[in-house]
């Protein structure tokens, strides 16, 4: 198995473009729509397929944005075989959310063993920051526990990581503003692949 390595690339993507997903976000949030949203207690998760309904613009940028993602995970971690975008998601955390520790596609069960989650076929995780900790909300802070790393979000930044247990991390709890974020799913598996009309 290869050594773990959390891929971080910054100015992924840029303000303007976060603003303006930000507020596609927001416009879809206050739409009322219930299917491919999910209103939590304290986080609100929209399909990135449901962008186009907040305008083409947005949709364009979802839509490049998850396979720039691709294309840079493919290329950071040397993959040769095909990947595909498995789903993409965006969310806004606010005020006592966070998540807490896990992998994206083990789980660690009462007896101490890992087995697959509810998600096995995830293979690789990257997620776009749309604003940034200490500007726009405290707290939102990634760690990975087993590789001691804490990732501060940034405005545009790309983080990227594989998604077995060697990446367990957790989002610690927002103590002020929102968190906005893009979350994009890569797998192996073509028939997980995720559905997008252009």
Known sequence: MEPAQVVIADKFLSQEHCRLL???????????????????????????????????EAF?????T???ILEKIRSRFGMQSPLYVESTLLSAMHLGD??????????????GSWVPNHTPYR???GLI???SMDH????????FSELNVAIMPITGRLVAFECDRRYRHEVTPVIAGTR???????????PKQERWEH
């Open 136 to 143: 726009d909300f405290s707290g939102g802070l990634l760690r």
């Open 22 to 56: 930000i507020g596609a976000f927001d416009k879809l949030a206050k739409s009322g729509r219930m299917d491919g949203m999910r209103h939590l207690a304290n986080r609100t998760e929209i399909l990135a397929t449901l962008m186009r309904e907040a305008g083409d």
């Open 123 to 125: 293979d690789y995780t």
């Open 98 to 111: 966070r998540h807490t520790l896990h992998a994206d596609r083990e789980l660690l069960s009462e007896d």
């Open 180 to 190: 906005y974020s893009l979350s994009c799913w890569l797998t192996s598996s073509l």
């Open 60 to 64: 364009r940028l979802v839509d490049a």
């Open 66 to 68: 998850r396979l720039r």
């Open 129 to 131: 920051y749309l604003n």
